[in-house]
């Protein structure tokens, strides 16, 4: 029997981790357990999960009610094919979606992260126009600091970053257009003295390029990866409003805003919008297992309806509708009925926006934000952007107080699962108080 500490020499010796310079990164985080907001490594050390590991944990780890329905899934069927036959859990999940997704979003299909829940909203929508004969639309509207997935169809509509500089010949080409990032607002303007006039980006790409869009797709009220940028609510109207003025598709990638981030079910119930798609992955299995969908209208659907059996989707996963997935997901929606899971995520938002006024006022912080579960920290520091060295140095210095946080470089975010209490949330943003005083005083 290997000893319990040899975790991480034998991971160094075998494993290539994602995102990660294995040259220099430090030796990756032997962890052995998981409770509540709480991970614990093999020697001992609790570390409070402030990233939800990454971005996916709301009811908290190893919670005993989707333990006791995975284990009862996997007592009755692990797995099958997903043509040609179906099985309960897909259903009653898709039954259960249905029923909560924004109004009009009737047809669910299913895939496994939450790049393919993507990658298949892309697909549908060129495939929507080409069966209905529109053979130039062709082209797809994105956003700037976007990011919808790294596999080389969904990394196309996100922004060029470090995280796709060396894969550009491969993508296809998108139009990209502002993003209503205020606090660095795209043309120069105050939130307070502006009319969303960046959305004026958009108009122009879409009168400019009338008949030949197939979609445009955003991260609906939070982009996340591109930097934890809060919209204002009135940008998420607007899209909606210009795409049916200019007929075309929207795509909603709510993949980290989906059940209950940003303090609604879906981000996209902060304007009372319903988007043409919708992407979901991350926490809809509140965290367990790798599982997504992509949800639709019944036109666009209707779409694919035909004799000739060359205008259905061909796309799948070996793994499409996991029954494990789907019985996991089911318990989760579950928890938001029995544990008042979204009155958590408000109370939260609320706790949040007080402790963040302190912080505000550390010389090293330029802006902070909030939106349901997540708090983010602009910080000002030489470089900027994701190759900052601050994000390393602050990722150390909070891991040595207990607190599990990954900078996307200068942005600094906390995004707990939501059954963290209120005592956890106050000690966490004491450590972030602490940690950027001592940045400011360095
Ligand atoms: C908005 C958004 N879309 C898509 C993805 C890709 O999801 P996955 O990592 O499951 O492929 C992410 C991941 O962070 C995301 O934040």
């Known amino acids: 029997m290997r000893k319990p500490e040899d975790l991480t020499t034998r991971d160094l010796a075998t494993i290539w981790h994602p995102y990660t310079q294995m ?7 032997p962890i052995v357990r998981g409770e509540g907001v709480y991970l614990y490594t093999d020697d001992g050390r609790r570390l409070l999960d402030g990233i939800s590991s990454w971005w996916v944990n709301i009811h908290g780890h190893s919670h005993p009610a989707l333990n006791a329905a995975l284990a009862a899934q996997a007592a009755k069927l692990e797995h099958v094919l997903f043509a040609g036959a179906t099985h309960e859990p897909a259903v ?8 909560i997704l924004p109004r009009g979003l009737t047809r669910i299909f ?3 992260n939450g790049s393919t829940a993507v990658e298949v909203a892309l697909k549908m929508a060129w495939q929507y126009w080409q069966n209905r004969g529109q053979h130039a639309r062709r082209d797809f509207i994105a956003l700037h600091n976007a990011y919808h997935g790294d596999t080389v169809g969904a990394m196309s509509p996100g922004e060029t970053t470090a995280f796709s500089k060396p894969f550009e010949g491969l993508l296809f080409p998108v139009h990209r257009v502002h993003s209503p990032y205020c606090y660095r607002c795209p043309i120069g303007l105050k939130r307070s003295e502006c009319s969303i006039d960046c959305l004026g980006d958009l108009e122009r790409a879409l009168a400019s390029r009338a008949g030949s869009v197939a979609a445009v797709i955003i991260e609906p009220m939070l982009q996340g990866a591109g930097g934890m ?14 795409c049916d003025r200019y007929d075309t598709l929207m795509i909603a990638d709510e993949v980290l805003t989906g059940f209950g981030r940003t303090g609604r079910m879906f981000a996209c119930e902060h304007a009372s919008v319903s988007p043409d798609l919708i992407c979901l992955s991350k926490a809809l299995t509140g965290g367990y297992l790798p599982l997504a969908v992509t949800a639709t209208t019944e036109s666009i659907y209707e779409a694919f309806l035909d004799d000739d059996r060359s205008k259905a989707f061909f796309h799948g996963h070996s793994y499409t509708a996991n029954p494990l997935g ?3 997901a089911l318990a989760s929606l579950n928890l938001f009925r029995t544990e008042g899971t979204l009155d958590r995520v408000r109370a939260l938002e609320r706790q949040f926006r007080a402790r963040m006024e302190d912080i505000r006022a550390i010389k090293v912080v330029g802006d902070v934000r909030a939106i349901g579960g997540v708090a983010a920290f602009e910080l000002i520091t030489g470089k900027g952007g994701y190759f900052d060295s601050i994000g390393p140095r602050l990722y150390e210095a909070f891991l040595k107080r207990g607190l599990l946080l990954r900078p996307l470089g200068s942005i600094l975010y906390f995004m707990p699962p939501f059954v963290i209490t209120e005592q956890e949330v106050d000690w966490a943003f004491d450590q972030i108080a602490e940690v950027l005083r001592e940045v400011d005083s360095a």
Do not use: M, N, Q
Request: with cysteine; glycine share 2%; hydrophobic share 55%.
């Open 326 to 328: 789907c019985a996991v």
């Open 23 to 29: 040259k220099v990164a430090p030796a990756p985080l």
């Open 92 to 99: 009653a999940l898709a039954e259960h979606l249905t029923s």
């Open 229 to 242: 940028i809060v919209w204002p609510a009135e940008f998420l109207a607007g899209v909606r409003r210009l």
């Open 110 to 112: 299913y895939s496994d």
